[in-house]
């Protein structure tokens, strides 16, 4: 990177030579001016790649050899790129367009869908989006025999889990301010996928996955998600979860807690970082709380099986932190910065998880039942809450 020139070269004897002699052998060239950078979260092949869009909307996928160099590599980019000049506002003026240019496609697309797209859900965006790789017979693939015609009496509107507050999801017996849809992923994935390699990184197909999403949504309570003879793709499960936070209005850690728990993962002494995050933890909504304790009680036992499966509190921690801690401004500028604190509040609350929840009220086992509330090792209670009357 020479001022607002990214210059590529072959291999490093290349990058090697000095003057007038290496540019005439680049390879290619990138002009940053006015760009966009952002990490590529709907890229899966690869890991640590981020996207540039110039000026003249041209994209390109780059990997950089680590999640912290990628973070690095954007923040250069950023500061290297961003110009007064370009459309009289810079880098930010540009992510802000680009934010509104696609909630506007979004809201047209969803206006002009017919009702034969709006009953086949995403699988028609997938179609549109000409990826030849996704067969229509893939769709079912991943939780076989489990996508039947839902029946009239099946679970109505006002039962549904996705992308509505999480006090109103369906709640599971067992745990009475956990949503039952978290209980019977987590159950699954217990029983099926502790051993599965880059669980919840490795995704799932997505067509299966929205497919499973807007099947829970219809029949939540009849779906056996720890049958292994229909649940071919564990990973369709784990996608689904992560879609199931994704997509809360208010996500798990919410809102209002975002910028406090950003602010007290960059405290320095690890005993006050702590302690100050504990006490966050506890003052969120009971339910937030409860379903937080329950998910990261099963993250650590996934991560006591990294062995097996390769993830350890840190994987896991770079997978759930924006999913789980996120802000309610969509500025990519700010969701790329605080991206390492994200992934620092989620590493801790599965490291200490014996300091910041009660250790006696272990959700040690997803058919375990919940029968009291306890005080935390730090000092703080969290309160119950019964669902909300229909």
């Known amino acids: 990177l020479q001022g607002t020139t990214i210059t590529f070269y072959k291999d490093e004897r290349e990058l090697s030579m000095e003057g007038q002699g290496a540019m005439e052998i680049a390879d290619s060239t990138i002009d ?50 961003s110009s007064d000049e370009v459309d009289g506002g810079g880098l930010t003026d540009l992510i802000i367009q680009k934010t509104e240019q696609r909630k506007s496609h979004q809201q047209d697309h969803d206006r002009t869908r017919s009702p034969e797209e709006e009953g086949k859900g995403s699988m028609s965006v997938k179609r549109t989006a000409q990826s030849p790789n996704v067969k229509r017979k893939d769709v079912k693939r991943g939780v076989r025999g489990l996508f039947q015609k839902a029946r009239k009496n099946s679970t109505g509107p006002d039962d549904k889990s996705f992308s509505v507050p999480i006090v109103f999801c369906p709640r599971s017996q067992f745990y009475r301010n956990v949503p039952l849809l978290v209980w019977k992923s987590v159950a699954s994935v217990e029983k099926l996928g502790m051993d599965s390699v880059g669980i919840y990184r490795v995704p799932g197909n997505k067509s299966s996955v929205d497919a499973l999403a807007k099947e829970l949504d219809n029949r939540l309570s ?35 807690h975002y910028p406090s728990l950003i602010e007290a993962s960059r405290i320095p002494d ?63 500028v700010q969701m790329v910065s605080d991206m390492g604190e994200q992934c620092r509040v989620v590493e801790t609350l599965i490291k200490e998880v014996d300091q910041i929840f ?8 997803p058919y375990q039942r919940e029968d009291s509330t306890r005080d935390s090792p730090l000092g703080y209670r969290p309160q119950s809450v019964s669902p909300p009357m229909a």
């Not at 990490?39 to 950089?64: G, P, W």
């Not at 036992?301 to 999913?323: C, H, Q, W, Y």
Request: glycine letters at 2%.
């Open 358 to 365: 009660p250790k006696d009220d272990e959700f040690g086992n």
């Open 222 to 256: 009849e779906i056996d998600l720890c049958d292994s003879n229909k649940v071919d793709d564990i990973n369709v499960v784990s996608s689904m979860l992560k879609l199931f936070f994704r997509q809360l209005p208010n996500p798990l850690l919410t809102f209002e």
């Open 32 to 81: 940053i001016q006015g760009c966009m950078v952002d990490i590529a979260h709907n890229y899966n092949k690869k890991k640590n790649v981020f996207r540039i869009q110039t000026a003249d909307s041209a994209e390109y996928l780059l990997q950089s050899s680590s999640f912290n160099a990628c973070l690095k590599w954007i923040q250069i980019i950023r500061k290297a790129g």
């Open 270 to 332: 690890s005993q006050e970082r702590l302690k100050c995050i504990a006490k966050l933890i506890s003052d969120l909504p009971p339910v937030n709380y409860h379903t937080l304790h329950y998910l990261i009680r099963h993250l650590c036992r996934v991560a006591a099986s990294s062995d097996l499966n390769k993830m350890e509190p840190n994987n896991l921690a770079i997978v759930f932190g924006p999913t789980l801690l996120r802000s309610d401004c969509e500025e990519a």
